[in-house]
C-alpha cells in the first residue's frame, strides 16, 4: 500500500513563529487532506489538497504531486495551534482507502 | 448543525461480549469510514463504505464487523472484543465526489478488560 511519512516528528515554536510540516507519499494520489487533532481529541478537517495550493487564514497548504509531496505552512503561530497534524493520502486506484501518516505534534509556546 | 455522532464516547466492556459503536451523520454523505487510534500507531482505517450497501477493508479489518442499511448509519461492530481492540475510536464521513474533506465524529474510547 502507499506510505505516507511526515516530519518533523516534533516541533516546538514560540507564539508568532512560522513554521512548515511536510508529508511525503510513495505513489499518485487523488485524495490528500491535512487535519488537526487538538489537545482534547478532536479531529478537524484542514485542507483537501490532493494538488495545488490553498489558503485559509494563517494556515495554508502546496501539494507537488508530480514530485509526491505537501507541505503545510502555519504563520504568526498562536497557542491554540497546538496539537498533532496529520496528512491522510489515498492512491488513484482507491480514493476510500485513506493512509494517514504518523502526524507531526506541534507545541506552541506563549 | 451538521455533524457526525458516534455513541457512546466511553465504554468499558468484558472480553467476548458483542458490543456495537453507532455512527450518524446528517450531511447526506455518501462515503464513510471507520479509524482506530492507538499511541506509536496513528490512526489505522477500519472499514469504509462509499455508499449504502458498499464496504471495504481498510488496513485492520480483523475483528470488526460494519453494515450500512441506510445512508445515515455506519455502524462499528465487535463481535467478540479482545484486550487488543481496546482503543479510541473515530467515524468520518464526506460526499464521495472528489475536493470532499471528511468530518470526524467526537471519538469512542473502548477499554476491553
Known amino acids: 500500500g502507499i506510505q505516507v511519512e511526515q516530519s518533523p516528528p516534533d516541533l516546538i515554536l514560540q507564539e508568532g513563529a512560522n513554521s512548515t510540516l511536510r508529508c511525503n507519499f510513495s505513489d499518485s494520489v487523488n485524495n490528500l487532506q491535512w487535519f488537526h487533532q487538538n489537545p482534547w481529541g478532536q479531529l478537524i478537517n484542514l485542507f483537501y489538497?490532493?494538488?495545488g495550493t490553498k489558503q485559509n487564514g494563517r494556515l495554508s497548504a502546496t501539494t507537488v504531486a508530480t514530485e509526491r509531496y505537501s507541505l503545510l505552512y502555519i504563520s504568526s503561530s498562536q497557542t491554540t495551534d497546538s496539537g498533532v497534524y496529520f496528512c491522510?493520502?489515498?492512491?488513484?486506484?482507491?480514493?476510500?482507502?485513506?493512509?494517514f501518516g504518523a502526524g507531526t505534534q506541534v507545541v506552541v509556546t506563549p | 448543525e451538521a455533524q457526525v455522532t458516534q455513541n457512546p464516547r466511553y465504554l468499558i466492556t468484558v472480553t467476548g461480549k458483542k458490543l456495537t459503536v453507532t455512527c450518524s451523520q446528517n450531511?447526506?454523505?455518501?462515503?464513510m469510514s471507520w479509524y482506530r487510534q492507538d499511541p506509536g500507531l496513528g490512526l489505522r482505517q477500519i472499514y469504509y463504505?462509499?455508499?449504502?450497501?458498499?464496504?471495504d477493508k481498510g488496513d485492520v479489518p480483523e475483528g470488526y464487523k460494519v453494515s450500512r442499511k441506510e445512508k445515515r448509519n455506519f455502524p462499528l461492530i465487535l463481535e467478540s472484543p479482545s484486550p487488543n481492540q481496546t482503543s479510541l475510536y473515530f467515524c468520518?464521513?464526506?460526499?464521495?465526489?472528489?475536493?470532499?474533506?471528511?468530518?470526524f465524529g467526537n471519538g469512542t474510547r473502548l477499554t476491553v478488560t
Open positions: 450531511m447526506n454523505h455518501e462515503y
Open positions: 468520518a464521513s464526506s460526499y464521495r465526489d472528489r475536493d470532499s474533506p471528511l468530518h
Open positions: 491522510a493520502v489515498s492512491s488513484t486506484d482507491s480514493w476510500g482507502k485513506l493512509q
Open positions: 463504505s462509499m455508499n449504502v450497501e458498499v464496504t
Open positions: 489538497i490532493p494538488s
